[in-house]
Antibody, heavy 119, light 110 residues
Framework: EVQLVESGGGLVQPGGSLRLPCAAS????????MHWVRQAPGKGLEWVSR????????NYADSVKGRFTISRDSAKNMVYLEMNSLRVEDTAVYYCARGAMGFYYFDYWGQGTLVTVSS | QSALTQPASVSGSPGQSITISCTGTISDVAGYNYVSWYQQHPGKAPKLMIYDVSNRPSEVSYRFSGSKSGNTASLTISGLQAEDEADYYCTSYTTSSTYVFGTGTKVTVL
């Protein structure tokens, strides 16, 4: 069974940093793109970033480029989102999602972890 | 990258059909057949309903269908049921090698 479990959310001050881990299981992790998608309270979904199975190719939304870094550890089946220079508008539930193999959609999602940026 | 445009809300009575539109640009919806649709119930993670414009995963009801014309994709729910009441989001791959979501549509079953 495919499982994605995010953690690391919490309260952080504006300008602060936070790292979100996502633990993957139930599939061959090293064969899939992995994504982060976020949802501000009461708002819509926003794609944040993705990382290729090679761990090298990455892409980011303009809203987080230069502040967030996605990475992965295939030995541990983990994907991470390092968030720096956090802003109030980064407050959201952050979902880890698997990119379907050979396709351009998200076939499995985690339950999300809440990040609150506030003073 | 601006969000794709969806109607804020759509409603229908049980058994009726409704259609949700998703309008983008040549850089996303019109440029690729990589539009997917997700259903989200309150407090839950999104669930894939349609991928590559019109393909339905085996576990999704036949009542859900997708299509595209130019820069507008559509999701149709036929035989509307109470459990279809949820938020729906479209998304598309883009020419910038990123993804863009729609603004979201709240479906209400009257």
């Amino acid at each position: 069974e495919v499982q994605l479990v995010e953690s690391g959310g919490g309260l952080v001050q504006p300008g602060g940093s936070l790292r979100l881990p996502c633990a993957a299981s139930g599939f061959t992790f090293s064969s899939y793109w992995m994504h982060w998608v976020r949802q501000a309270p009461g708002k819509g979904l926003e794609w944040v970033s993705r990382i290729k199975y090679d761990g090298i190719t990455t892409n980011y939304a303009d809203s987080v480029k230069g502040r967030f870094t996605i990475s992965r550890d295939s030995a541990k089946n983990m994907v991470y989102l390092e968030m720096n220079s956090l802003r109030v508008e980064d407050t959201a539930v952050y979902y880890c999602a698997r990119g379907a193999m050979g396709f351009y959609y998200f076939d499995y999602w985690g339950q999300g972890t809440l990040v609150t940026v506030s003073s | 990258q601006s969000a794709l445009t969806q109607p804020a809300s759509v409603s229908g009575s049980p058994g009726q059909s409704i259609t949700i539109s998703c309008t983008g640009t040549i850089s996303d919806v019109a440029g690729y057949n990589y539009v997917s649709w997700y259903q989200q119930h309150p407090g839950k993670a999104p669930k894939l309903m349609i991928y590559d414009v019109s393909n339905r995963p085996s576990e999704v009801s036949y009542r859900f269908s997708g299509s595209k014309s130019g820069n507008t994709a559509s999701l149709t729910i036929s035989g509307l049921q109470a459990e279809d009441e949820a938020d729906y989001y479209c998304t598309s791959y883009t020419t910038s090698s990123t993804y863009v979501f729609g603004t979201g549509t709240k479906v209400t079953v009257l």
